[in-house]
């Protein structure tokens, strides 16, 4: 009740009679009011305790206050001082903020925000003045090794890019194939590997292939050679050992025939001495 009396001379009687220049009348309240805020002692302990905080006291005195001022009660219900330790006028009074308070309040801000855009202008241009200090730098001591630089950020941005725009048509088509067959089709990881197992499973089957018809090459020269002793012809036996020869070095290739550029087509198979005056215009090596 003191409370609500004591907002209601604050509030409303004082600034009435300042209106109507009673000065008689508004002393008369205002001495009221005084007696009334010291009728309660909390209010003379909340403002010793506000002095202790803002001028800095030890803290064992800080403490006694807190401890006083919670032995009277507390604050008067109605007063409500937030996080602090202590309840300031505005508070007590239960006084609102002043248009001029508000509008000052809002310059301030916007003072605050356009120092901290300029500040932040400013270390923008600081920076870009102190890249382009050392690129200059680098282009003098370095020519063209910024602009390669810069090529090769290009190139690896667009690479990230597109490898991107790869992975999720990747995905749309997984995600449509899985729609349609009800599961994921079995596919190799990457178009590399792909390539990769189809040369391998080409040369495997190449391989495969060669290796039969050597194997019946061989049984061919086999007989073709048992006929010869038998009959006492020795050119069959030259043939089989040349055949085996080729089929050492089809093996020895992967499993295909010679080709222009192995090494025993290029250095050539010539057994025999080759002297300065031997020619090959019109036949075979003399």
């Known amino acids: 009740e003191n409370l609500a009396v004591m907002?209601?001379?604050?509030?409303?009687?004082?600034p009435d009679l300042r209106m109507r220049k009673d000065h008689a009348g508004w002393v008369e309240a205002n001495n009221?009011?005084?007696r009334r805020y010291q009728r309660d002692p909390w209010f003379g302990v909340n403002e010793r305790l506000r002095d202790a905080v803002l001028l800095g006291e030890p803290q064992d005195k800080i403490d006694y206050l807190k401890d006083l001022?919670?032995?009277m009660g507390g604050?008067?219900?109605g007063i409500d001082m937030g996080n602090k330790e202590y309840a300031v006028?505005?508070?007590?009074?239960?006084i609102g903020i002043s248009p001029s308070r508000a509008a000052s309040m809002l310059e301030d801000e916007i003072r605050?925000?356009?120092a901290a855009r300029?500040?932040?202008?400013?270390?923008e241009r600081r920076k870009n003045m102190e890249k382009a200090q050392q690129q200059y730098e680098e282009d003098m001591?370095?020519?063209?090794l910024r602009e390669d630089r810069e090529a090769k950020e290009r190139r690896e941005r667009v690479m990230r890019r597109l490898m991107g725009e790869l992975e999720e048509d990747q995905k749309k088509k997984r995600e449509r194939a899985k729609e349609i067959l009800g599961k994921l089709p079995e596919t190799p990881e990457s178009r590399t590997k792909s390539m990769e197992k189809a040369l391998q499973e080409a040369r495997e089957e190449m391989k495969k292939i060669r290796r039969k018809q050597l194997g019946k090459d061989v049984e061919g020269v086999d007989d073709d050679d048992t006929a010869g002793v038998g009959a006492g012809i020795g050119a069959k036996s030259g043939g089989s050992a040349a055949r085996a020869r080729e089929a050492a070095a089809a093996e020895a290739a992967g499993g295909r025939p010679r080709l222009p550029g192995d090494e025993d087509v290029t250095r050539g198979e010539i057994d025999i001495p080759v002297e300065p005056s031997s020619s090959t215009l019109t036949g075979p090596l003399k």
């Open 69 to 71: 001022a919670a032995k």
């Open 7 to 14: 907002r209601q001379i604050r509030k409303s009687d004082l």
């Open 141 to 144: 001591r370095f020519p063209g």
């Open 32 to 34: 009221d009011l005084k």
């Open 89 to 94: 006028h505005t508070e007590i009074y239960d």
């Open 112 to 114: 605050a925000e356009r």
């Open 118 to 123: 300029g500040r932040a202008m400013m270390a």
């Open 75 to 77: 604050p008067p219900p």
